[in-house]
C-alpha cells in the first residue's frame, strides 16, 4: 500500500504535518487536498496541539498544483474550471491557514512553487533551508498568484516587488527572500527541522491564543483606518484582558516565576 499523501505525527505539543508526494515535489492533488485541511482541521480542534509544523518529504517543499492530477481535471470534453479548483480547495486552505488557534510554521525544505510557495507564505513564520527557493510560477502558465498570493506578496514585500516575483517567474532563493522580509529567517539545510521544532516549542509555551488574535488584528489592520485599528486593539485588548493568559502572565511576573499558558 503507498504512503499517504500527508504524514500527520505528534511532538509534544506539536502537530508536524508532511506533505508526502517527493517523486512530484509534493505538488497537490486532490486526494492531497481531502488529507490535509481535515489535518489543519484536527490540529486546530486537538486542545492539545500548541503549533503546528509544515514541511516536505524529499528534496521539495511544494510544487503548487499537481498539473498531471486527473482528480482536478474537467470532465471529458468540458473547458477547465481553474476557479473551480480555487474555490473548492485554494480558499478553505487559505482560510483555515490564516485562522489556525496556534502559531503556524512552514519550514521549508526545498523548492515551493506556485500555491506551494503561497502555501508556505500562509504561515505565521516562514523557516527556509539555505538550498530552497520561492517561485511564483503562474505566469509562466497563464495564470495570476493564487493561494492568497496577491493578498500575502504585497503586504510581505511591497508592490514593486510582488509584482516583479508574480509577472517574472523568477526563482527567489532563501537567503534573499529573508533579506527582503518575505520570510522569517534562513537555516543551513542541515538545521532546518530541529530549527522548526525549537521555535515550535518556545511559542507553544507562550500564549497562543493572544498569537491567534495577533495574526487577526494585524491581518485586518490593512484595510482600517488608524481609528478603526485602535477601536479593534481596544476591543481585542478587553477581551484578553479577561482571559486566563494575561492574569497568569502578569501573576507569574510579579512572583517572579514561569508562567503556565493554557489559553487557546
Ligand atoms: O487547476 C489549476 O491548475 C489551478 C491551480 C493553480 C495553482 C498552482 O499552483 S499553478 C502553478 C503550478 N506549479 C507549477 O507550475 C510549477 C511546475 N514545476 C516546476 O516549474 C519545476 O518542477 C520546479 C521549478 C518547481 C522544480 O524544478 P526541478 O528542475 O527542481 O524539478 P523537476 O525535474 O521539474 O520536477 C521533478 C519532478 O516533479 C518531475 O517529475 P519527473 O519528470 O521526475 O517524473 C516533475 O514533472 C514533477 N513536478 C514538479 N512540479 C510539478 C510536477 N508534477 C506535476 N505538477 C507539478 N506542479
Known sequence: M???????????????????RPAALNSFTAEMHSLLLPALEDAAADSTVRAVVITGAGRGFCA??????????????????????????????????????????????????????????????????????????????????????????????????????????EKLPAEEAERIGMIWRCVDDAALMDS????????????????????RVLDQSGSLSLEEALRLEADTQRELGLAHDFSEGVAAFLAKRAPVFTDR
Not at 491557514?97 to 523548492?111: D, E, K, L, W, Y
Request: charged share 15%.
Open 2 to 20: 503507498s504512503e499517504p499523501s500527508v504524514l500527520v505525527a505528534t511532538r509534544g505539543a506539536i502537530r508536524l504535518l508532511t506533505l508526502n
Open 64 to 169: 503548487g498544483q499537481d498539473l498531471n492530477d486527473p482528480g482536478m481535471a474537467a470532465p471529458a470534453g468540458a473547458a477547465p474550471d481553474v476557479g473551480a479548483v480555487i474555490e473548492r480547495y485554494y480558499r478553505p486552505l487559505a482560510l483555515r491557514m490564516r485562522s489556525m488557534p496556534v502559531p503556524v510554521i512552514a519550514a521549508v525544505n526545498g523548492v515551493a512553487a506556485g500555491a506551494g510557495a503561497n502555501f508556505a507564505l500562509l504561515s505565521d513564520f516562514v523557516l527556509a533551508a539555505r538550498g530552497a527557493s520561492f517561485i511564483q510560477a503562474f505566469s509562466k502558465i497563464g495564470l495570476v498568484p493564487d493561494c492568497g498570493g496577491t493578498w500575502l506578496l504585497p503586504r510581505l514585500v511591497g508592490r514593486a516587488r510582488a509584482i516583479g516575483l508574480a509577472m517574472t517567474g
Open 196 to 215: 522548526a521544532f525549537a521555535l515550535a516549542e518556545r511559542l507553544a509555551a507562550m500564549p497562543v491564543h493572544a498569537m491567534a488574535e495577533t495574526r
